[in-house]
């Protein structure tokens, strides 16, 4: 570009580009990890109107070395060279929890990569407990996955969830503002506590029937069963809920929570993306079948996208 002339290297790279230091850094000292005009260059080149930049941020050698590749169905929901949007099955976790847990997320985003070429490290944003469904943003690279991190910092990576509730809350849409910590009478569970750290949920009653509530849901903290602890502690657990409520029923095996929704920025382009996973079939039936919807003069449930049967 014009404006771009006479530029030196390094400065176009962390103005233009939003390299970090040391990004740059890593780069200069890999074979052609810096080049203009395809030829390798010194950070304190000085740059003209219509050359072109390569920069080389991580090298094939990088891959994720150790985590076994799981050829399971992935549902990708959005993907470029630098981040990639699944939808994440309820049942399987988002990590290995030990050498014998093969088949989570991270396993088979490892096989897709690695069956299109890609030896990208898997670094994934966000978690979701084994029981949740729904969208999970991971980045293909480290510069990629810098940028993340500084949205999710200034709170630019927004996540919306739809929940099956049992009760109906009161407020119907409201805030809950509670501290969470871990329960010192029940090993592995959080619980409202002073002494926690500060946790907001914002929740939504988007329709309702016998006795339930289907409900859209939005944090503004990321606290270990935020959602499952806040809706319980209103007297409306989740559906399902093992932990917090009164467990699986015959129409719900698991928690009755699905990550629906992600926005983020596109880590250099800027570009606003929102992507949404279709609702898994279990939280569907329940919805199509008991609920009616809350607000009026609606005559229809609200429009939710859906997963049809294999």
């Not at 260059?41 to 991580?58: H, N, Q």
């Not at 890609?118 to 966000?126: D, K, Q, V």
Request: aromatic share 4%; glycine share 8%; with cysteine.
């Amino acid at each position: 570009m014009e404006q771009d002339n006479g530029i030196r290297l390094e400065r176009f790279l962390k103005t233009r580009l939003g390299l970090t230091k040391n990004e740059v850094s890593r780069a200069k000292f890999r074979e052609n990890g810096i080049c203009v005009n395809g030829v390798r260059s010194k950070v304190s080149a000085t740059l003209a109107a219509g050359d072109l930049v390569e920069v080389l941020l991580e090298t094939g050698n990088e891959g994720s070395e150790g985590l076994k590749a799981s050829k399971e169905k992935l549902s990708v929901l959005y993907e470029d060279e630098d981040v990639i949007v699944a939808d994440k099955p309820a049942g399987i976790s988002v990590h290995p929890a030990g050498r014998r847990d093969e088949d989570t997320l991270a396993n088979r985003l490892a096989f897709y990569l690695q069956s299109k070429g890609e030896a990208s490290i898997i670094r994934i944003f966000g978690r979701l407990d084994k029981d949740t469904s729904g969208v999970v943003l991971a980045a293909k690279n480290r510069a990629a996955a810098t940028r993340l991190e500084r949205q999710r910092r200034n709170g630019q990576i927004s996540k919306s969830y739809l929940a099956i509730a049992e009760g109906i809350p009161e407020p119907a849409n409201g805030q809950i503002h509670a501290p969470l910590g871990p329960d010192p009478q029940k090993r592995k569970q959080m619980c409202v506590t002073s002494e926690g750290k500060p946790a907001i949920t914002h929740y939504e009653m988007l329709a309702a029937g016998h006795g339930h509530a289907l409900l859209r849901l939005r944090l503004e903290t990321g606290r270990t069963h935020q959602i499952r602890v806040h809706m319980a502690s209103i007297g409306c657990p989740l559906l399902g809920d093992p932990l917090y409520g009164s467990g699986a029923t015959p129409e719900m095996k698991r928690t009755a929570l699905h990550a629906q929704a992600l926005s983020f920025f596109q880590p250099f382009t800027g570009e606003k993306l929102c992507v949404k996973a279709p609702v898994p079939k279990d939280m569907m039936l329940i919805v199509s079948s008991s609920f009616t919807p809350h607000t009026t003069p609606q005559t229809s449930l609200p429009n939710i996208p859906y997963n049809t049967p294999d």
